[in-house]
């Protein structure tokens, strides 16, 4: 017996969803986010950062508002004083996810883990599409969108890191995005592109605000590659935009705290830390929680009086760079290898085998030896884990200055784009996880480098 032609025709349309390359790549690459899950499950990757972002999403859900339950009696007062205060320290749109799958699993960290491997699930499509277009003209374009696609999905750095209960992951899909709209831009001359990649960009300061200076930076370094009226069109449509998201933040931060909070608190600590990246020098000191306490007298960062803390902050870091310019150039040019290295990403270095009380960051590189007569396996990740990173990044310039002789005009967006992202943060303070969105990017040219390697091989 024949069945009804709408049975038919719903397992042809099964039948193809199943046997969509892209379909395909999501499936895979929540399904070893999911086993990243199972080996590193909860807050434990920056958890401080973490409970605060659950802190505001709970008392969001209890009927606090948007707040941070804090202590703001003074750190040496050995007194308590707990208060709801408005929550702008950080940014919103990661709260608001936690409220959502909180409404639905409980406020599980887990739960949101969960939710998180799914959504990144889409950064392995998205390099697909990405590279499909970078790569159009190649002879071997859709070979390589799909083993690009594959290596996003498979990769065990990058997987680690989506699921680290951090908005530093949904950036990563901001940033491929934003990427892949620019770079269609580029090519096609379409207004609609740009549109597309203002409102990620717009969207993007509800979770990490890095990429908002990039229309000042595209205005100058984009008449290289494009004709002025196409460089103006794109900045100021990406400009107006996030003009636009900046005012509805500031907007709800004025309502929230009656202060003027364009973006979110931090870029003072940013600057401040920077300085003392490599140790406490010239009277500043690093580490959040040493900050609030030795600096600010408080037992929070952002709380209380935020926003004159955070510009005291900054005032103190351009003053220190200003009379030792000198000392800031080391320490720029110190944080290059920092950016690339993989560092804490699966263990914490704060952890210690031997003697509780000891930083093993001071006991390089005795620290290794003990590490590894106790947990080897953590030991060799250690090691492996930046290697594998800094050989991606590798293959990746190699097939970069390929695909540049080759065709310029597909490539000119993620230069600029890694240019920016790259600068802005060796300017200002780095963190091993701040590189992390952009390293996607890269992993088509690294595919065509591997692609070539190989071709070059089976011919000898």
């Given at each position: 017996?024949?069945?009804?032609?709408?049975?038919?025709?719903?397992?042809?349309?099964?039948?193809?969803?199943?046997?969509?390359?892209?379909?395909?790549?999501?499936?895979?690459?929540?399904?070893?986010?999911?086993?990243?899950?199972?080996?590193?499950?909860?807050?434990?990757?920056?958890?401080?950062?973490?409970?605060?972002?659950?802190?505001?999403?709970?008392?969001?859900?209890?009927?606090?508002?948007?707040?941070?339950?804090?202590?703001?009696?003074?750190?040496?007062?050995g007194n308590v004083q707990m208060e709801y205060l408005p929550f702008i320290g950080r940014p919103v749109g990661y709260v608001l996810y936690f409220a959502f799958i909180g409404l639905i699993a409980g406020m599980s960290p887990v739960a949101f883990q969960i939710g998180q491997a799914i959504i990144m699930g889409f950064s392995a499509v998205l390099v697909y599409k990405l590279a499909q277009v970078i790569f159009s003209n190649h002879p071997k374009s859709?070979?390589?969108?799909?083993?690009?696609?594959?290596?996003?999905?498979?990769?065990?750095?990058?997987?680690?890191?989506?699921?680290?209960?951090?908005?530093?992951?949904?950036?990563?899909?901001?940033?491929?995005?934003?990427?892949?709209?620019?770079?269609?831009?580029?090519?096609?001359?379409?207004?609609?592109?740009?549109?597309?990649?203002?409102?990620?960009?717009?969207?993007?300061?509800?979770?990490?605000?890095?990429?908002?200076?990039?229309?000042?930076?595209?205005?100058?370094?984009?008449?290289?590659?494009?004709?002025?009226?196409?460089?103006?069109?794109?900045?100021?449509?990406?400009?107006?935009?996030?003009?636009?998201?900046?005012?509805?933040?500031?907007?709800?931060?004025?309502?929230?705290?009656?202060?003027?909070?364009?973006?979110?608190?931090?870029?003072?600590?940013?600057?401040?830390?920077?300085?003392?990246?490599?140790?406490?020098?010239?009277?500043?000191?690093?580490?959040?929680?040493?900050?609030?306490?030795?600096?600010?007298?408080?037992?929070?960062?952002?709380?209380?009086?935020?926003?004159?803390?955070?510009?005291?902050?900054?005032?103190?870091?351009?003053?220190?760079?200003?009379?030792?310019?000198?000392?800031?150039?080391?320490?720029?040019?110190?944080?290059?290898?920092?950016?690339?290295?993989?560092?804490?990403?699966?263990?914490?270095?704060?952890?210690?085998?031997?003697?509780?009380?000891?930083?093993?960051?001071?006991?390089?590189?005795?620290?290794?030896?003990?590490?590894?007569?106790?947990?080897?396996?953590?030991?060799?990740?250690?090691?492996?884990?930046?290697?594998?990173?800094?050989?991606?990044?590798?293959?990746?310039?190699?097939?970069?200055?390929?695909?540049?002789?080759?065709?310029?005009?597909?490539?000119?967006?993620?230069?600029?784009?890694?240019?920016?992202?790259?600068?802005?943060?060796?300017?200002?303070?780095?963190?091993?996880?701040?590189?992390?969105?952009?390293?996607?990017?890269?992993?088509?040219?690294?595919?065509?480098?591997?692609?070539?390697?190989?071709?070059?091989?089976?011919?000898?």
């Amino acid at each position: 017996m024949t069945p009804p032609a709408s049975k038919r025709s719903m397992s042809l349309s099964l039948m193809r969803i199943i046997s969509d390359t892209k379909f395909q790549l999501f499936v895979i690459a929540v399904a070893v986010r999911l086993l990243f899950v199972l080996l590193f499950p909860g807050a434990n990757y920056y958890g401080g950062i973490t409970h605060e972002y659950i802190d505001a999403a709970s008392n969001l859900l209890q009927g606090h508002g948007l707040t941070a339950y804090v202590d703001v009696a003074p750190f040496n007062s050995g007194n308590v004083q707990m208060e709801y205060l408005p929550f702008i320290g950080r940014p919103v749109g990661y709260v608001l996810y936690f409220a959502f799958i909180g409404l639905i699993a409980g406020m599980s960290p887990v739960a949101f883990q969960i939710g998180q491997a799914i959504i990144m699930g889409f950064s392995a499509v998205l390099v697909y599409k990405l590279a499909q277009v970078i790569f159009s003209n190649h002879p071997k374009s859709e070979h390589i969108a799909y083993w690009s696609g594959i290596l996003a999905a498979v990769w065990p750095n990058q997987a680690r890191f989506e699921i680290a209960l951090l908005p530093d992951a949904f950036t990563t899909l901001i940033m491929l995005g934003f990427a892949l709209e620019l770079t269609r831009f580029f090519l096609t001359k379409e207004t609609k592109y740009i549109i597309y990649a203002g409102l990620l960009l717009a969207g993007s300061i509800y979770l990490r605000p890095d990429l908002v200076l990039f229309p000042l930076f595209l205005l100058p370094f984009g008449l290289f590659f494009m004709r002025p009226k196409k460089v103006i069109l794109a900045c100021v449509i990406l400009g107006g935009l996030v003009a636009v998201g900046i005012g509805i933040n500031t907007v709800k931060n004025y309502a929230l705290s009656g202060e003027i909070v364009p973006l979110n608190l931090g870029s003072g600590t940013t600057m401040y830390e920077g300085i003392s990246q490599f140790g406490d020098t010239l009277g500043t000191t690093y580490a959040d929680d040493r900050v609030a306490h030795n600096v600010l007298n408080t037992k929070q960062l952002f709380y209380p009086h935020g926003k004159q803390n955070d510009a005291r902050l900054f005032q103190v870091a351009v003053d220190t760079i200003k009379h030792h310019p000198w000392f800031y150039a080391t320490v720029v040019l110190r944080r290059i290898p920092l950016m690339f290295t993989v560092r804490g990403l699966y263990f914490s270095d704060s952890v210690n085998f031997a003697k509780a009380s000891d930083d093993l960051s001071q006991r390089f590189p005795g620290k290794y030896i003990t590490m590894f007569s106790d947990r080897p396996i953590e030991t060799i990740t250690r090691f492996l884990s930046p290697m594998l990173g800094w050989l991606l990044i590798l293959l990746a310039m190699v097939g970069f200055v390929r695909a540049w002789h080759v065709s310029r005009d597909a490539h000119v967006m993620i230069l600029l784009l890694l240019c920016y992202f790259i600068g802005t943060h060796l300017m200002t303070n780095v963190e091993p996880r701040y590189f992390y969105p952009a390293i996607p990017l890269l992993y088509p040219y690294c595919i065509s480098t591997f692609f070539r390697v190989r071709s070059k091989a089976i011919k000898a």
